[in-house]
């Protein structure tokens, strides 16, 4: 059992059911073969242990809150304050060999590391015949550059630290996926056991013990009886013990004591092995009585590990790259093949054939079309077609593996002799198609080191873990999962998806008649568009130079053009929902009085059959209703507690007719001055649709008379519902993102700067990104509260930035130029769409909802 960490309180009590959180970081006590001063930043002394009389004659109480110039020399000083200006990044340790801290008394070998704001000094008498780290380590790295496979460079490590610290066993103990971990290399002396190819499970090495690994590579406990020396005074006068996470003569647990008791150990050294930042695992080093090697071989064996672990991880790289490259040369010959004959594809037995070169399986399954073929050790039909059901709600047209298929579909364990994991390779995103490789559940025999169960037994420190029996191999069947596949192999899989995925689209007949008929169908749309651009663009020409003309101020012009814009966007959304065709008259006159009346728009009041209107009719109308609308709210009816009856209908020769009437407003004056809107208001109709338009200021209220004509009315359809009614836009409630912080993605400068304004209007601090890479920068050097996400972002999309904030809990919204038929991932199905050009009306609207739900 390793030793463990947990909270900073020294006194922390251990027992069998907490051990594994045990504060090794702070024992609040040393091993005694050295001694520990720790000192303020402005070198008084903070701490010492209790043996440093043993050492240089000073006994605690001389020594704490004195100057440390009052205890060494002047050069010692001089060097320590030196070293210690070379110390980078939180966990550097620097070392001085064979320094004279005090005149008159022997040399010691020196290690200072910082710990919070103090910096610790750590001591041991120095060996007069120190050896050359440099060459013996230069020396033992050219050794093991020699090894010519992964098996013997382990054991080459093994025998390297071995020769160099003289323990009577070497250990390379390397870490599973799941947390247990075996031994895949030895070296040890002749007459005792080996422990190669033994198994240990995860809770020997939990976690938090791991971290500490990653902090400090290097440990060594020089007698497992020996006493512990106590570090003075426990706590600081703020109640803190002594982090010692760096320490290296940090104290031993007594769990771990007794464990290595157990085991007949009497000392042991441990180094960590790290590769790309994880821990791949340890050279873990026992004797079978007290051993401390000098401070220069100690110093040595950590250099060594960590070019071991540079040099395992170039091998691990370079057998990677090597397996990747035979991959892709398979894949290429399975797309040679395949353009000869595409009939392979749907071959099972064959595609199992040539996939099983690059990953090892024991079945495939191939499902294209609704048809299935199987080969070698698969589940049956019914089954595989359950398999590929469960895929196509898991695996969202990415490779997917798993080692324990039961693990997701309970069922899957009847069968876990032919099919206990899988990998599938998806073929095409609507409908799926996929290849499965299957592999057989993996009825091995794990030698685990001893029983991995809790047996309790009460030792000298109370209830603790029993020995492992000397360590004898204890053997348990692991059953219902497969070999796992691995990073490299799930990297070939999507290798040979790209590849097949290809080949399905390039071979297919009907696919290339659709891509004709997608590309035929593509220029008709890119030349419709080009005419509405043209038409939108000039349109809104129109209304800047009409509006700049009759506004009073920069704000009014502002405010005047954003409204019409705004009525604009509504109509076209609403015409653009069934794909540019017909609109209803009366979800016209619903949106534009929910705008700007919300929840009082029952003062518009509205009678007439349920009137269809074309496109271009729609989006005129929409224009005059908007202008009406204003008008009424500033100067008529909807300024004071008035109300709005407009009335329509359909006469003879099929024109519409609309009487618009206003009471119970203020008098009614007639203008003076014509500006744009009124323009709108009496010449759009009749020169737009050649209809009629008029308008009588009368004294009780403003009346109008618009006609249709016939041309431009559709159907009449049945009445609508109250249900079907559109609901009002609410106006933006200030401070609805007080506090928060709001990341847009947006890569159109304009629109993006626009968005800030809103997103600040309504409280939030607003952090913007132009692409995905610069989203994943911000949100790993903020905090965000919210998101708004532009789905198309130029030649990318938003959507890894959107699995990444769902990942970490993150609410957002999708703000989109495509309306609702922006084609999205079914795990964003119920996602709220914000349509542009959106307002902070529109914004606040769809917000609110969602951050109502977080604070509910």
């Not at 720790?38 to 020594?63: H, Y």
């Not at 509205?606 to 729609?618: I, K, M, Y």
């Not at 400068?749 to 610069?774: N, Q, Y």
């Not at 914000?834 to 609110?848: D, F, V």
Request: glycine share 8%; with cysteine; aromatic share 6%.
């Amino acid at each position: 059992m390793a030793e463990r960490t947990d909270a900073d309180d020294a006194s922390f009590a251990v027992d069998i059911n907490n051990c594994d959180r045990e504060p090794i970081h702070v024992p609040g006590t040393i091993q005694p073969f050295g001694f520990l001063i720790a000192v303020t930043a402005d070198w008084l002394v903070s701490r010492v242990s209790a043996n440093c009389e043993k050492f240089i004659g000073l006994a605690p109480e001389q020594m704490l809150g004195k100057p440390i110039n009052d205890i060494f020399s002047a050069d010692a000083i001089h060097s320590l304050r030196n070293r210690i200006t070379l110390l980078r990044g939180p966990d550097a340790v620097e070392r001085i060999f064979s320094l004279v801290l005090i005149d008159g008394i022997k040399p010691f070998d020196i290690a200072v590391h910082f710990s919070g704001s103090l910096v610790v000094i750590e001591a041991e008498p120095a060996f007069a015949d120190e050896m050359e780290a440099t060459s013996m380590v230069r020396s033992m790295v050219s050794r093991l550059a020699q090894t010519d496979s992964m098996a013997a460079f382990l054991r080459d490590g093994a025998r390297q630290v071995r020769a160099l610290t003289g323990f009577d066993r070497v250990m390379v103990y390397r870490f599973a996926d799941g947390g247990d971990g075996e031994v895949v290399a030895e070296a040890l002396r002749s007459g005792i056991d080996s422990f190669f190819g033994l198994h240990y499970p995860a809770s020997d090495i939990p976690t938090q013990a791991r971290a500490l690994y990653l902090r400090n590579i290097f440990r060594v406990i020089a007698d497992v009886k020996a006493a512990p020396v106590p570090v003075i005074p426990t706590l600081d006068p703020s109640g803190a013990a002594l982090d010692m996470s760096l320490s290296l003569l940090r104290a031993v647990s007594p769990i771990h004591i007794e464990y290595l008791g157990n085991m007949g150990v009497g000392a042991s050294l441990s180094i960590s092995i790290i590769v790309e930042g994880r821990l791949w695992g340890l050279f873990a080093c026992h004797h079978y009585g007290p051993r401390l090697p000098t401070f220069a071989q100690r110093s040595a064996a950590e250099l060594f590990g960590q070019i071991f672990s540079m040099m395992l991880e170039s091998r691990e790289r370079a057998e990677t790259a090597e397996y990747e490259g035979k991959a892709r040369q398979v894949a290429d010959r399975l797309m040679s093949a395949v353009a000869q004959d595409h009939d392979l594809l749907s071959n099972a037995r064959w595609l199992g054939d040539v996939i099983f070169d690059t990953v090892p399986a024991d079945g495939v399954g191939v499902y294209i079309d609704g048809e299935m073929t199987l080969a070698g050790l698969t589940p049956d039909r019914s089954a595989f077609t359950a398999i590929v059901s469960m895929l196509n709600r898991a695996a969202a047209s990415q490779v997917f593996a798993t080692d324990c298929l039961s693990g997701i579909m309970p069922e899957a364990a009847a069968y876990a002799d032919r099919a206990a994991g899988l990998l599938a390779i998806p073929l095409s995103r609507r409908p799926r198609d996929y290849v499965v490789l299957f592999r057989a559940e993996q009825m091995r025999s794990v030698r685990w080191a001893g029983n991995q169960e809790k047996h309790i037994e009460y030792g000298p420190n109370g209830p603790r873990l029993s020995p492992r029996k000397s360590f004898e191999e204890w053997s348990q069947l692991v059953k219902g999962t497969s070999v796992p596949f691995t990073p490299a192999e799930l990297r070939v899989a999507e290798a040979l998806r790209t590849a097949l995925l290809e080949v399905v689209l390039r071979l297919s007949d009907s696919a290339n008649e659709e891509r004709q008929k997608a590309h035929e169908k593509q220029e008709l749309l890119i030349a419709e568009l080009n005419h509405r651009v043209r038409n939108i663009l000039s349109l809104i020409r129109g209304l800047l130079s009409q509006t700049r003309d009759n506004a009073r101020s920069v704000d009014e012009f502002i405010d005047k053009l954003e409204s019409r814009v705004h009525a604009l966007a509504r109509a076209h959304d609403q015409i653009t929902a069934d794909r540019w065709a017909p609109a209803r008259l009366q979800d016209l006159i619903d949106v534009e009085a929910g705008a700007y009346l919300g929840e009082k728009r029952d003062r518009v009041r509205q009678t007439g059959p349920n009137v269809l209107l074309t496109p271009s009719a729609f989006t005129v109308l929409a224009l005059v209703i908007h202008e009406m609308l204003t008008n009424a709210a500033k100067y008529g009816a909807l300024s004071d507690g008035g109300t709005v009856s407009i009335d329509w209908h359909v006469d003879a020769d099929g024109s519409l007719l609309i009487d618009w009437n206003e009471s119970g407003g203020p008098a009614v004056v007639a203008p003076t001055r014509r500006g744009f809107g009124s323009t709108v208001i009496e010449r759009s109709i009749p020169y737009d649709l050649d209809g009629k338009a008029e308008i009588a200021y009368r004294l009780a209220g403003l009346e109008a008379h618009f006609c249709i004509p016939s041309t431009h009315v559709v159907s009449i359809l049945p009445d609508v519902t109250g249900s079907e009614k559109t609901k009002p836009l609410h106006a933006p409630t200030p401070g609805l993102l007080k506090g928060r912080n709001v990341l847009l993605v947006e890569d159109n400068m304009i629109i993006a700067m626009d968005g800030e304004d809103a997103l600040r209007d309504l409280g939030a601090e607003v952090i913007t990104a132009a692409s995905v890479g610069r989203a994943r920068e911000a949100l790993a050097s903020h905090r965000v509260d919210f998101a708004v996400l532009d789905f198309n972002l130029g030649n990318e999309t938003s959507l890894p930035v959107a699995d990444l904030l769902a990942e970490n809990g993150i609410s957002f919204l999708f703000a989109t130029g495509y309306g609702d038929g922006l084609d999205l991932p079914d795990r964003f199905g119920q996602l709220t769409l914000l349509k542009k050009p959106y307002s902070g009306a529109t914004l606040a609207q769809a917000i609110a909802p969602m951050i109502g739900a977080e604070n509910a």
